[in-house]
C-alpha cells in the first residue's frame, strides 16, 4: 500500500499536478483516508520509490533541502577530544566531548556515536543525506572539534585518511593503504571531496600548520576571532591579541585559502556600539577582510568562567532581542556583497544554554524583520540563486545576467571579486576570488603568480555529470577564463588553484597540472 500511495504521489509531481510541499501533504491525507492506509508516510519513504529519471519528484520531496542548496553536500565529522590551546572564559567542555562544544551538539553526538572514528562518521552522514533525497557525489568535509591543527601530526594524517576512505568507500571503492592513495582515489571516486574546511586558532596558524593543512587536502580554514580589539581578549582570556590574527590571516590568503572568521556579539566589555565598530572594523581594515562570518552571540553555558561570573553578577548578557537588534544592524550595513555570513548561532540545544540568546532561527527572524523594514542583507547567502528562488520565489532571467568585478586591498594583496549576477534583482550564480599575492612562504607562489582562491557555481547539488538549473551551465568555464584574463592583465605568467582533491581532474580540463598542493598552468 505504501508503494501504490507513493508512485501516484510521484507521478502527479511528474504531471505537475502536485506543485508544492502544502499540495503533497494534502494529497497523502487524501490517499491515506481512500485506502484506509495506517499512518502518514514521511517524504523519505515515498522518496525509496522514485525512479532516477524522476528528477521533479526527487527535488520536491527533498528533505532540509538548505543543506544542499548552495551544491554541496557539508559532511561534518569530529575529531578526538584533546586541548585546544586556549582557555576562554566562555567556552563551554561537555562530557566526553571536544573543545568548545557541550556534547549535545548534532554534530558532536554523531561523533560520540561513531567512537569519533572519521570513516564512520562520513558514512553515517552520507547515509542521511541519501536517505532524505539529497546528492551525496560532490562532497564537502568540515573537520570540527577544537583546534586540530593542534592535534599530533601522525592523527591529524590518519584522521584524514581515515574521512577519504569513508567518501571512496562509500559504494564500492577500497580502503586505501596511505593518505596520499586514498587523496589518489578520490580524483576519479563517485564521492568526490570537494573542500576541506580545518577549524583553527590565529595563534595555531603558523606556516607549519599551513603547510600540513594543505597537504591534507585543506581548502578553507574557520579561525575563532570572536573579537577585534586587544581589550577584549585580554577580558575573556583569549590567549592572544590582533597581531596573531592578522598575520595568520596574509598567511592564509598567501597560500590560497579561503577564510572565515568567527565573531561574537555581546562579549564581555563590548556593547552595541563596540559591536557595530566589530564589523566595521573587520571588512574596512585591509588587514582583516575575512571572505566569509559565521556570527555567534555570546552564550552563558555551566561549567565555563563566564557562567561564574554571571552568577556572582559580574557579566550580564545581552538577551534574544539585544542580539537581533545588533545582528540587524550587521547584516544591513556592515557585511560587503563578496563576504558570506555563514551561520548565526551556535548548534547548541537551548536546554544547555543557561542565560543568554536562544532564538535558534534568529537569522531569519532578523531577515524577515528588515524585509517589513524594506531593508535587506546583501551578503552572498542571501544573493545566491538557490536561496532566492527558496525565499522570495524568484529565478534569474538570462538577459540581466551580466559579469562584475569588486577589487579591494586585503593582507597585503589585490583581490579580484568576479561574479555572473542577475544584476536587475541581485541575484549570483557563481564566483571566483582571485588574489593577486606580494610574495608567499609557498614555493609554488610568487610574484608573477595570481592565486584562484575560490571557484563557486551555486545551485542545488547534482550528481557529478547531471545537468543542475544553474551548476554545469557554464559559468564555472567561463569564470576560469576570465581568471586567466585577468593574470595576463595583471603581467601575471601563472595561475595557481588552490584545488580540493576531488576537483582536480576538473581543472586538468583546462591544461592545469599538479604541483604539490595546487593545480598550476603557465600562461603563454
Known sequence: MLKKISRAIIEEIEKEEIESKDMIERRKKELCRETSFNGMPKNSDILKFVEEKEKKAQEMLKTKP??????????????????CGGGCIYCPKGKDAPQSYTGKEPATRRAIR????????VHDRLGQYEKNGHSIDKSKLIIMGGTFPFQDPDYQREFIKRAFDGLNTYR???????????????????????????????????????????????????????AVFDETHELTNRGHGMEPVIEATRRLKNAGFKVAYHLMLGLPGEGYEQDIEKFRKTFNDSDLQPDEVKIYPCEVIQGTELYRRYEEGEFDPIDDEEAKKRLKEVQKNHIPPHVRIKRVMRDIPSTEVDAGPQLTNMRQMALQELRSEGERCRCIRCREVGHVKRTHDLEPEKKNIELVERDYEASGGQEYFLSFEDTEND?????TRLRAPPKSFRAEIDEDTLIVRQLKVMGSATDIGDEGEVQHQG??????????????????????????????????????????PYMVKELD
Open 66 to 83: 538548505m543543506r544542499t542548496i548552495s551544491g554541496i553536500a557539508n559532511v561534518a565529522i569530529m575529531a578526538r577530544p584533546a586541548p
Open 114 to 121: 561513531n567512537d569519533y572514528d572519521p570513516f564512520e562518521q
Open 172 to 226: 564500492d571503492g577500497e580502503e586505501a593503504d596511505s593518505l596520499e592513495e586514498a587523496q589518489t582515489q578520490n580524483e576519479t571516486a563517485e564521492i568526490r571531496n570537494v573542500g576541506i574546511t580545518f577549524e583553527t586558532r590565529p595563534d595555531i596558524c603558523e606556516t607549519e600548520h599551513i603547510d600540513r593543512i594543505l597537504g591534507l587536502g585543506g581548502t578553507r580554514t574557520e579561525m575563532g576571532v570572536q
Open 427 to 431: 541575484i549570483i550564480l557563481g564566483f
Open 475 to 516: 559559468y564555472g568555464t567561463q569564470l576560469m577564463k576570465k581568471a586567466e584574463e585577468k593574470a595576463r592583465e595583471l603581467g601575471r605568467e601563472r595561475v595557481v588553484v588552490i584545488s580540493a582533491v576531488g576537483t582536480r581532474e576538473y581543472y586538468r580540463k583546462f591544461d592545469y597540472e599538479k604541483e604539490g
